[in-house]
Structure formats: structure tokens, C-alpha cells
């Protein structure tokens, strides 16, 4: 499994430290360091079988400087991937992506549900 966080977050601090009290060993990636990239992007929104939107950190500084609240609507699919794609602090986080499953943010009982 691959493990997305930011590791200032307080969210993504609290699903490692659920991880790793549940003995799960998953590869760990700094998502502002190394983002996503639209490849990536595509397949786990697919696997996830989530709407693109889910994956944006819509409550993130960048996000509300962008005004993407505003701009996502005109946008296409692709034009919305290429700009998650751009920046890993625009991403919802964190993310676990296993083989068949993708969680987006921190929800224990979806984990829970998924591992």
C-alpha cells in the first residue's frame, strides 16, 4: 500500500499513527515533496470510483487562492487532474491507495472498512 500525507498535518499525523497501531506497513510519501502526478491521478480516481472533486483539499490555503471553488465547474476532467497534478498541497490528504481500494482523508471506520 502507498501512504500520500503531509507530514505538518495533523490529520495525516493521526492515520499514521492509526497504521501503525494496527501493525500496516505501507510505503510512506510526502505528498507536498513528491505530488501525484496526473498519471497517477487518473488511475486512483478510477479505482476509487469517487468524482474528481472528492480529491481536492478544497479547505487549503492554495486551493482558496486559486478560487478553484469557483473555477472547477468550467473545468474539464483532464483540466481538473492536470491541476491537482500541479501541486501535492491542492490534493485531499491523505490518501491510501491499495491494490483495489483508494481512501481519500482520514476516515478510521472507511480504513477500517478497506485494510
Sequence with gaps: MLFLHYPKCTTCRKAAAWLKE?????????????NPTA??????IAKSGLPI??????????YRE???KDKLAGMTDEEMIQTLASDG???KRPLLVGDD???VGFQEAQWEKQI
Design 22 to 34: 494496527k501493525g500496516i506497513s505501507c510505503e510512506s510519501r510526502d505528498i507536498k515533496t513528491n
Design 39 to 44: 498519471q497517477e491521478l487518473k488511475t486512483w
Design 53 to 62: 472533486r472528492k480529491f481536492f483539499n478544497t479547505s487549503g490555503l492554495l
Design 66 to 68: 486559486m478560487n478553484l
Design 89 to 91: 498541497m491542492l490534493v
Design 101 to 103: 481500494f483508494v481512501c
